[in-house]
């Protein structure tokens, strides 16, 4: 298996995926590996629609950050398998994960059979 070819993929993922949450939050400072919306900035609209319009904005970014959180989180996962020397192996039966679906998906976990 070309691990080093997936670790690449992998590591850049991670970084596209970090660039993607830096636009609309930062780490959280008290929890490690954590992402959390950006906080409001201090210039507070009076206008109550405008205050609609900043909630509504934060709600969309926050879902969208879990979203993207998620598949970070993956990638994490797949980056300490490579580490371990456990990635590319089905997590259900244990063998081999098809090379092709660690193309299309280089954080996968089962096999096509397991999917």
């Keep these: ?5 997936f670790r690449k993929k992998l590591e850049e993922e991670k970084i596209r995926l970090e660039s993607a949450m830096g636009t609309i939050g930062r ?9 959390e919306p950006a906080p409001l900035e201090e210039n507070v609209e009076s206008d109550i629609v405008d205050q609609a319009d900043i ?7 926050a879902a969208i950050l879990a979203d ?7 990638i994490l996962a797949a980056l300490l398998r490579i580490e371990k020397g456990t990635y590319g192996k089905c ?3 244990g063998e081999k994960i098809e090379e092709a679906r ?8 089962t096999c096509t059979e397991h999917l």
């Design 55 to 61: 909630i509504v904005n934060r709600e969309n970014d």
């Design 68 to 74: 993207l959180e998620a598949h970070y989180d993956t």
């Design 27 to 35: 780490r959280n400072p008290l929890v490690p590996n954590d992402w």
């Design 91 to 93: 997590e259900v039966c």
């Design 102 to 109: 660690l193309e299309a998906d280089p954080a996968a976990t």
């Design 1 to 5: 298996m070309k691990t080093e070819h």
